[in-house]
């Protein structure tokens, strides 16, 4: 069978549902291709056995290159290409470029973060989602199992999904 | 004995279903435009109309259309750009700041307040630009770009300068913050959608969003560093704002404690005009189950305290005026008081340091119609601070022979007016095609904060 396009999903009518529901599926030795909610759910990291994003450290390193970009720009300018006495600072005023320098930061470090986080999570606006199920945006929680990618018969996997908690079990298969 | 703790009351009421929170926001955006929302709409693009017409007036012929003076070179220009910004500031505080606080009233509110601060800012951008006179030389003048002058750079001791720079961080990190909530939301219109031109335009909009849990979680982890990274924006650009005043020579701008009563200024006026529009949105909307009396509660008390930080302010700057020994300094406070432009002064007084402390009984602050009225009174009373502080410092100079009043012309009024219609033709645009609550934060608090689980 190939991988990627006949899928088993189960429904969860709600969160503690949804979470208890997949302790129960991997314990039952089913692997979970992906879990789609509605909402963010509390836990649900520790439940697939996700690692910490390492979002914040993208956005550490992009703030990191503001801020020397910033200093960069306001020292090449005001005393390096054409020092000029102004309000009688000196030619490299650090307090007056602090400023400039935060903003930078700031702006550097959301805009590389955000950009990351569409480019690894494939968030663009010309991008055409595998809607597994239209509920999904409402109000249920779907868990959606590859059969490709498990050993286990089609029959055992929704034995599986449906003592788990499922409120719903159903076969999804994309072209 | 035995104590019980207090059960907080519950944030969403009504017994609301996950799917009935989907039914009430998507439904807003789905139905044919009310009468009263066409009506609102055809007011506020007629003000953007007639405003619109002073603005070409403005650009034509230049700034003199305006009614400044030799003496007094900035009037209600700056204090609409002050005034706008301050405004500003509560969508940010409370999406960025409650959140780090895990203050969860917040998630009825953030989305309108998170675009009402979009839009006011965009109106505060607009006077600083129209005053350049030839704003599409702006560009060169306002941004370090090289140049054929020397290069003659932009001065980067200026807290003008420091104003481009957080005025336009702080628009595009609100900008960016707002969207990344929006994603979700719009993905449920476009699941819903029944209509391919709707399901074209809000797929585009949701960027693909399929809900999935390892999307959620980096969207969570990118909120809560967008967090982190807005709550010092947030606090630094009023500062830098003030700094405009605070770094000057002049006698009544020259004040250490600007930064701070900037601040606590701009989350007052920001809070009340989040509910003056909060207010009809949830009437017209019929949200009084999302925006409950408690939410409304909240939100007076915080205007009770910075209103009262504000209050604080204005008479310890009175005080070091006088304790300080300078002159000049005790006459700009006299003449604030008790000169000419009294009456500017005691209406800020009223407006701002008394009317909020009504908030103190729980009849006041909890009755619709009351708060209604003193988020007005409190936004007229923040645009008075701002015209007290800039006139009223600059009417009487150094030279008695150049003390000169200020008066407006139909210009100043007229560009007044093109930013309310700019500001409620955008917000009314908002409610009627952006869901004006964010239903994913909403629905993920619902099991632990709604009245049937309470029970």
């Known amino acids: ?175 | 004995m035995h104590a019980e703790s207090v059960v907080r009351q519950p944030l969403v009421t009504g017994g609301k279903t996950v799917h009935d929170i989907t039914n009430d926001i998507c439904g807003r955006v789905e139905e044919k435009p009310a009468k009263s929302w066409l009506l609102a709409m055809a007011i506020s693009l007629t003000v953007l109309v007639i405003g619109g017409y002073y603005v070409g007036q403005l650009l034509w012929h230049g700034i003199g259309e305006w009614g400044l003076n030799k003496t007094v070179g900035w009037a209600w220009d700056i204090t609409n750009f002050v005034w706008w910004v301050g405004i500003g500031h509560a969508g940010t505080l409370i999406s960025a700041i409650l959140l780090l606080f895990r203050q969860r009233w917040r998630m009825a509110i953030n989305r309108a307040a998170e675009a009402m601060t979009i839009f006011a800012v965009i109106c505060a951008a607009m006077f600083p630009i129209l005053h350049m006179g030839r704003p599409w030389l702006g560009a060169i003048w306002a941004l370090p770009l090289p140049n054929t002058y020397g290069s003659l750079w932009v001065n980067f001791n200026s807290p003008l300068l420091w104003d481009v720079f957080a005025i336009s961080t702080y628009f595009s990190v609100s900008l960016v913050f707002w969207y990344i909530g929006l994603i979700p939301d719009f993905a449920s219109i476009r699941d819903r959608a029944t209509t391919k031109i709707r399901k074209a335009i809000y797929g585009a909009l949701s960027f693909g969003w399929d809900g999935a849990s390892k999307t959620w979680s980096r969207y969570e982890t990118v909120s809560l560093v967008l967090a982190g990274l807005a709550t010092p924006l947030v606090l630094s650009v009023h500062t830098i704002v003030s700094m405009d005043f605070a770094t000057s020579v002049i006698p009544g701008w020259h004040t250490t404690i600007f930064p701070p009563y900037f601040v606590a200024g701009a989350i007052f006026s920001g809070f009340a005009m989040v509910l003056t529009l909060l207010i009809v949105t949830r009437k017209v909307y019929k949200l009084e189950d999302y925006i409950t009396i408690q939410h409304i509660e909240l939100m007076n008390i915080i205007i009770t305290v910075t209103g009262s930080i504000v209050g604080v302010a204005y008479i310890t700057e009175f005080f070091i005026a006088s304790y300080s020994g300078v002159e000049a300094e005790q006459y700009a406070f006299i003449n604030r008081a008790f000169g000419p432009y009294w009456w500017a002064y005691a209406s800020m007084m009223t407006c701002n340091v008394i009317s909020p402390q009504l908030f103190w009984f729980k009849k006041i602050r909890t009755n619709i119609a009351s708060t209604f009225v003193i988020s007005i009174i409190v936004n007229i009373g923040m645009w008075f601070e701002r015209f007290v502080i800039i006139v009223t410092s600059l009417h009487r100079d150094y030279i008695p022979s150049s003390w000169a009043m200020f008066y407006p012309k139909a210009a100043d009024i007229g560009v007044y007016l093109f930013s309310f219609g700019f500001f409620f033709t955008a917000f009314f645009l908002f409610a009627k095609f952006f869901p004006v609550i964010n239903m994913a934060e909403v629905k993920s608090i619902l099991k632990t904060t709604s009245e049937k689980t309470d029970k």
């Not at chain 1, 050993?151 to 298969?173: D, F, T, W």
Request: one cysteine or more; proline letters at 5%; hydrophobic letters at 45%.
């Open chain 1, 1 to 175: 069978m190939e991988s990627d396009k006949n899928f088993v999903l189960g429904v969860y009518d709600d969160e503690d549902l949804l979470l208890n529901g997949i302790k129960d599926v991997r314990d039952g030795g089913v692997k979970i291709h992906e879990v789609y909610s509605p909402f963010p759910v509390h836990g649900i990291e520790a439940a697939m056995g996700y690692k910490t994003s390492r979002l914040s450290v993208a956005a550490f390193l992009f703030g990191l290159t503001g801020t020397c970009l910033a200093l960069t720009m306001q020292i090449g300018m005001m005393t390096v290409d054409w020092p000029m006495i102004i309000g009688g600072k000196d030619f490299l005023p650090f307090p007056a470029f602090i400023p400039v320098t935060f903003e930078l930061t700031v702006l550097l470090a959301a805009f590389g973060m955000v950009g990351t986080f569409f480019t690894v999570s494939n968030l663009k606006p010309w991008g055409k989602p595998r809607i597994f199920d239209l509920r999904i945006t409402d109000d249920k929680h779907v868990m959606a199992v590859d059969l490709a990618k498990n050993g286990q018969s089609e029959e055992e996997i929704k034995k599986v999904l449906k003592a788990s908690g499922a409120s719903e079990v159903n076969n999804k298969n994309f072209v």
